[in-house]
């Protein structure tokens, strides 16, 4: 077992990839439609800062930037 994660280990990774989907989106902003939520992602993917990445809290500032949750007019009155 030992030997096998160690030549595990020992392979030569060139490449990662982590996917973000459209259910993510909208699991911080269920109000969002697939086709919002999509434009949430596209941006993300064209415009994230390496140094940060895309986080949770990345995707919910972007989708906030892009599609502001309206108030009740009549809240808090």
């Given amino acids: ?4 994660m160690v030549q595990e280990n020992l392979s030569l990774v060139k490449e990662i990839a982590i996917f973000w989907h459209i259910e993510d ?3 911080i902003r269920p ?3 697939d086709e ?3 434009i949430v992602l596209k941006h993300l993917k064209k415009n ?8 949770w809290e990345t995707i ?3 989708a906030d930037i ?7 007019a009549n809240e808090g009155a």
Avoid: R, Y
């Fill in 48 to 55: 994230h800062d390496a140094s940060v990445g895309v986080n």
């Fill in 1 to 4: 077992m030992i030997k096998s």
């Fill in 60 to 62: 919910e500032v972007v």
């Fill in 31 to 33: 109000d969002l439609s």
């Fill in 36 to 38: 919002k939520a999509s």
């Fill in 25 to 27: 989106v909208q699991s």
């Fill in 66 to 72: 892009l599609f502001p949750e309206i108030e009740c």
